[in-house]
């Protein structure tokens, strides 16, 4: 009775042992996973894309119309300048164009001419000035004064 308690016991524990040894099955399951993952991510990807290709061309389409109307409007004018004898020149309501949310931050260049009006010409090339160390070294001292010196580790 001994023994065949004790052979019933080991074998519970042999097929308990092994019953949770799942690593095929656990790397199974974990390849499905990331395809379902994938699969989630490509279509939330292509909707995205979509809606945000719309909102481009909605915009790009709106600013081409405003820029249409303004030139339209400017040949009109051009044509009312010189009218001919006995007709009115036609006046054609003008177009706001719409204003959007997306504002391209301004530049370098910009900004100055904000600050300092028309004072600076942006067409103009850039020159690149290129200092050696001593011109540098020279330069900051008459910024700074005599303040800093190499000697000068604080």
Do not use: H, Y
């Amino acid at each position: 009775m001994k023994k065949f308690l004790f052979s019933i016991i080991v074998i519970s524990v042999v097929l308990f042992v092994f019953s949770c040894n799942n690593a095929a099955e656990l790397e199974k399951l974990k390849a499905q996973q990331q395809e379902e993952i994938d699969i989630q991510v490509a279509t939330q990807l292509n909707t995205l894309r979509a809606e945000l290709d719309s909102a481009c061309n909605m915009q790009f389409d709106a600013m081409l119309t405003s820029r249409v109307d303004s030139l339209l409007a400017a040949a009109e004018s051009a044509k009312a300048g010189t009218p001919k004898s006995g007709t009115k020149p036609k006046t054609t309501p003008k177009t706001t164009p719409t204003t959007t949310t997306d504002t391209k931050p301004k530049t370098i260049d910009e900004k100055m001419k904000d600050v300092r009006g028309n004072a600076t010409k942006t067409n103009e090339p850039k020159k690149e000035v290129i200092l050696t160390p001593k011109e540098v070294e020279e330069r900051m001292k008459n910024v700074r004064g005599n303040a800093t010196k190499k000697e000068d580790n604080k």
